[in-house]
């Protein structure tokens, strides 16, 4: 994974970031954090929520299924409300 080739833009990346970086590199920022690419699923937009991302990209997936925006806007809602719990 240290060696891990970044996806070239436009093109769909094969995975999302991993939670395990987003979660530290969110602890270590004072700024929003934006993650994108791999997300194809309301479970992957989620668990990248969880981990600290404050903004998904999604680009590719959403084009070949439109019904993804809600799917992730759910999740983003249901996420909201677990980290609001948490605090």
Known sequence: ???????????????PVPTEMLSEVSKNIQVPLIAGGG???????????M??????????????????IME????AKSASQALKEVE
Not at 1 to 15: L, M
């Open 1 to 15: 994974a240290g060696n891990r080739r970044a996806d070239p833009p436009g093109r769909g990346a094969v995975q």
């Open 39 to 49: 997300i194809r699923s309301g479970k992957a937009a989620y668990e990248s929520f």
């Open 51 to 68: 981990a600290g991302a404050d903004i998904l990209v999604i680009g590719n997936a959403v084009e070949k299924n439109t019904s993804l």
């Open 72 to 75: 992730i806007s759910d999740a």
